[in-house]
């Protein structure tokens, strides 16, 4: 349901009330490693043919604007660095209040544990393709950011797709950013530059929003739905600023980055467009499919599908493919999923064996396996074939219904679990009840 999950707000608090004592800076290291130093830690290269580029794109400074991170293929560059897998300190920040711990304290944590990953990608590379590319819009999960989900973006990218992963502004992610100007009246103190990289930007100020939890008594479903449609129209806003792009209509990107865009213009197959997410970005997905025909597909990883009104199923045209998780998944939850099954559009469900909520995005592979199994961040599978297995389903299933010029037909038969670390449709017992 949520991006760590309530068992994992308690645990982390654990680690955190540790760490705090004096014997931390000497045992974090191994604990973050778990029980054997021959672990290998980090997020795992990609594995198609191209190389891959990332940048960051604001378009519109205000809160109402787009915001994402674009994946893409790329010319081979020695010049170009790879990025850092939390771009931000004040991402961290943003964590902390989620997971309800002291900002202060879970800065350092986060810091010695997370800080050094780089995401495998090439920060404002040119771009580079001998084709058209079609395109996914990503979704991340309730508490993540635009970030957090890069092994998969990154595959998809390396395998020849435009990804472009949002950052939402719904209060849901744990934190992101829009500018203010500076003759705004009404700034709030969060407003003020914090660090090097919030410095002020044409007559601009940097001002964070961070994640809004529920309110004491507070019911969850109307606050989830309204962030939902947000949701939705924030990923249709992102395909639209790149059918500008396509269009070599000129744009203009707030973050001054220095990957030049017009070379992306008609380098997208604009009848080829998806929508994936993970978790509320499941939701997303369905969401989106419902609002925005120029999807043509969607998948949705482990899918939480409480903040969708069920007036919205029936009236969802699009293929959609379910990944689940073996361990988060619950009666009610599929049975919603399972109201979506149509006779004559594909519908589709695998269950990856071994695997929990935090399956899919990059935290799995930056935790060791003590640390990593107790917050529920892995689970008894190998976290890079848990994902491995979810990229290769999902590029089947995107060749299937882009109508694709590929080999991803090769991995068919994962659409319908035939693996044995797979489980077709659902290991969940549905009773009538449910149903």
Same mark, same amino acid.
């Given at each position: 349901?949520?991006?760590?999950?309530?068992?994992?707000?308690?645990?982390?608090?654990?680690?955190?009330?540790?760490?705090?004592?004096?014997?931390?800076?000497?045992?974090?290291?191994?604990?973050?490693?778990?029980?054997?130093?021959?672990?290998?830690?980090?997020?795992?290269?990609?594995?198609?043919?191209? *190389?891959?580029? #990332?940048?960051?794109?604001?378009?519109?400074?205000?809160?109402? =604007?787009?915001?994402?991170?674009?994946?893409?293929?790329?010319?081979?560059?020695?010049?170009?660095?790879?990025?850092?897998?939390?771009?931000?300190?004040?991402?961290?920040?943003? %964590?902390?209040?989620?997971?309800?711990?002291?900002?202060?304290?879970?800065?350092?944590?986060?810091?010695?544990?997370?800080?050094?990953?780089?995401?495998?990608?090439?920060?404002?590379?040119?771009?580079?393709?001998?084709?058209? #590319?079609?395109?996914?819009?990503?979704? @991340?999960?309730?508490?993540?950011?635009?970030?957090?989900?890069?092994?998969?973006?990154?595959?998809?990218?390396?395998?020849?797709?435009?990804?472009?992963?949002?950052?939402?502004?719904?209060?849901?992610?744990?934190?992101?950013?829009?500018?203010?100007?500076?003759?705004?009246?009404?700034?709030?103190?969060?407003?003020?530059?914090?660090?090097?990289?919030?410095?002020?930007?044409?007559? %601009?100020?940097?001002?964070?929003?961070?994640?809004?939890?529920?309110? *004491?008594?507070?019911?969850?479903?109307?606050?989830?739905?309204?962030?939902?449609?947000?949701?939705?129209?924030?990923?249709?806003?992102?395909?639209?600023?790149?059918?500008?792009?396509?269009?070599?209509?000129?744009?203009?990107?707030?973050?001054?980055?220095?990957?030049?865009?017009?070379?992306?213009?008609?380098?997208?197959?604009?009848?080829?467009?998806?929508?994936?997410? @993970?978790?509320?970005? =499941?939701?997303?997905?369905?969401?989106?499919?419902?609002?925005?025909?120029?999807?043509?597909? =969607?998948?949705?990883?482990?899918?939480?599908?409480?903040?969708?009104?069920?007036?919205?199923?029936?009236?969802?045209?699009?293929?959609?493919?379910?990944?689940?998780?073996?361990?988060?998944?619950?009666? =009610?939850?599929?049975?919603?999923?399972?109201?979506?099954?149509?006779?004559?559009?594909?519908?589709?469900?695998?269950?990856?064996?071994?695997?929990?909520?935090?399956?899919?995005?990059?935290?799995?592979?930056?935790?060791?396996?003590?640390?990593?199994?107790?917050?529920?961040?892995?689970?008894?599978?190998?976290?890079?074939?848990?994902?491995?297995?979810?990229?290769?389903?999902?590029?089947?299933?995107?060749?299937? @219904?882009?109508? %694709?010029?590929?080999?991803?037909?090769?991995?068919?038969?994962?659409?319908?679990? @035939?693996?044995?670390?797979?489980?077709?449709?659902?290991?969940?017992?549905?009773?009538?009840?449910?149903?």
């Amino acid at each position: 349901m949520s991006f760590n999950g309530g068992f994992v707000q308690i645990a982390v608090k654990r680690i955190y009330d540790w760490a705090r004592t004096e014997q931390w800076r000497h045992k974090l290291g191994f604990f973050a490693m778990g029980s054997s130093c021959s672990n290998h830690l980090g997020i795992p290269p990609p594995k198609g043919p191209n *190389h891959v580029g #990332c940048t960051d794109f604001m378009m519109d400074h205000t809160a109402q =604007g787009s915001f994402f991170r674009l994946y893409y293929p790329c010319q081979e560059t020695e010049k170009a660095e790879k990025p850092d897998w939390v771009p931000n300190m004040e991402y961290f920040y943003g %964590l902390a209040d989620f997971m309800k711990i002291n900002r202060t304290w879970s800065e350092k944590i986060f810091e010695y544990l997370f800080g050094s990953y780089k995401i495998p990608a090439y920060m404002d590379a040119p771009f580079k393709s001998s084709e058209k #590319c079609p395109v996914v819009i990503f979704s @991340h999960g309730l508490g993540a950011f635009r970030t957090l989900y890069s092994a998969i973006c990154v595959e998809l990218a390396s395998q020849g797709f435009i990804v472009a992963s949002v950052e939402h502004r719904d209060e849901s992610a744990s934190a992101t950013f829009y500018f203010h100007e500076k003759t705004e009246p009404g700034l709030t103190q969060e407003s003020r530059p914090m660090s090097p990289s919030a410095s002020d930007r044409d007559g %601009l100020l940097r001002e964070w929003m961070y994640y809004r939890a529920l309110k *004491h008594g507070e019911s969850e479903f109307p606050l989830r739905n309204k962030q939902v449609k947000q949701r939705a129209d924030e990923c249709i806003l992102a395909l639209d600023k790149l059918t500008q792009m396509n269009s070599g209509v000129a744009v203009q990107n707030v973050l001054q980055t220095p990957f030049d865009y017009t070379t992306l213009e008609n380098s997208m197959d604009l009848c080829r467009t998806a929508v994936i997410g @993970h978790s509320f970005g =499941g939701a997303t997905v369905i969401e989106s499919l419902c609002k925005e025909v120029k999807f043509k597909c =969607g998948v949705a990883l482990d899918a939480w599908m409480v903040p969708l009104d069920d007036e919205i199923f029936p009236r969802v045209k699009q293929p959609i493919f379910f990944i689940n998780s073996e361990k988060f998944q619950w009666a =009610g939850n599929i049975s919603r999923m399972k109201k979506l099954d149509c006779t004559v559009i594909d519908r589709k469900m695998i269950t990856i064996r071994g695997t929990v909520h935090q399956s899919f995005p990059d935290f799995t592979f930056l935790t060791g396996n003590w640390i990593g199994k107790l917050m529920k961040l892995k689970g008894e599978i190998d976290p890079e074939l848990a994902i491995d297995l979810s990229n290769k389903a999902t590029l089947a299933f995107l060749q299937r @219904h882009l109508h %694709l010029e590929k080999d991803f037909n090769q991995w068919d038969p994962l659409i319908d679990g @035939h693996d044995k670390n797979l489980i077709p449709g659902t290991n969940v017992i549905l009773l009538q009840s449910s149903m």
